[in-house]
């Protein structure tokens, strides 16, 4: 089993940044690919962001592309995603997710999952 807990939401500005974290523990972190993912309100949860075990290989959702960017220590066991540039529509509750074949854009593929962390962002 992998525990997940996300924070770091909040309530920003459009423009503004947030970052969130990811702390894991259970199983060998490092063992793990993780993924972002959220879900805003009537919507379906959508894939933002992925990274690879060894942190080496990063792949983004085209919205955020050149806004986001998810980071690991494996060292404290924690995922960040760092988000610039927010814009209303990136309001969601966000998830982290932790993939034991490596991580991928499918949420499908992963095993263990966060409770979630709110982002809203005002216009």
């Known amino acids: 089993q992998v525990q997940l807990v996300e924070s770091g939401g909040g309530l920003v500005q459009a423009g503004g940044s947030l970052r969130l974290s990811c702390a894991a523990s259970g199983r060998t972190f490092s063992n793990y690919g993780m993924g972002w993912f959220r879900q805003a309100p009537g919507k379906e949860r959508e894939f933002v962001a992925g990274i690879s075990r060894s942190g080496g290989s990063t792949y983004y959702a085209d919205s955020v592309k050149g806004r986001f960017t998810i980071s690991r220590d494996n060292a404290k066991n924690t995922v960040y995603l760092r988000m610039n540039s927010l814009k209303p529509e990136d309001t969601a509750v966000y998830y982290c997710?932790?993939?034991?074949?490596?991580?991928?854009?499918?949420?499908?593929?992963?095993?263990?999952w966060g409770q979630g962390t709110q982002v809203t962002v005002s216009s």
């Open positions: 997710a932790a993939d034991r074949l490596g991580g991928s854009y499918s949420q499908n593929g992963y095993n263990y």
